[in-house]
């Protein structure tokens, strides 16, 4: 059973920097994604940033992308989510969240994975940024 845990939200000032982590266990083998998403009260849970460790490259919404990077640890123990630049819009419950066998999509000559619907998911962690 792949489990999850963010960690790392806080309250920040506009124009901060956070990083938020996601330890991770029970994943099997290398045909899995991982990715952040976050989600507003009332409003629909967006994927932000996503990517397969089968290949690819990473996925970052356009909201978040130049400012949020994704990466792990070597061994796949943590999920990071670097933030750069919070604006107030940012504000959130991020959750970190897994899946088996994600599609990929391709964008000219970039393949991307899916960052839409997976399995597995982490309780969230709250970031407030203050304007």
């Known amino acids: 059973q792949v489990q999850l845990q963010e960690s790392g939200g806080s309250l920040v000032q506009e124009g901060g920097d956070l990083l938020l982590s996601c330890t991770i266990s029970?994943?099997?083998?290398?045909?899995?994604?991982l990715g952040w998403f976050r989600q507003v009260p009332g409003n629909e849970r967006e994927g932000i940033s996503c990517?397969?460790?089968?290949?690819?490259?990473?996925y970052y919404s356009d909201s978040v992308k130049g400012r949020f990077s994704i990466y792990t640890d070597i061994a796949v123990t943590t999920l990071y989510l670097k933030m750069t630049h919070l604006k107030p819009e940012d504000t959130a419950m991020y959750y970190c969240?897994?899946?088996?066998?994600?599609?990929?999509?391709?964008?000219?000559?970039?393949?991307?994975?899916?960052?839409?619907?997976?399995?597995?998911w982490g309780q969230g962690t709250q970031v407030t940024v203050s304007g």
């Open positions: 990517f397969s460790e089968s290949g690819g490259s990473p």
């Open positions: 969240a897994a899946d088996y066998g994600t599609p990929r999509y391709r964008d000219g000559p970039f393949f991307f994975p899916k960052c839409a619907d997976y399995t597995y």
């Open positions: 029970g994943l099997i083998g290398n045909d899995y994604a």
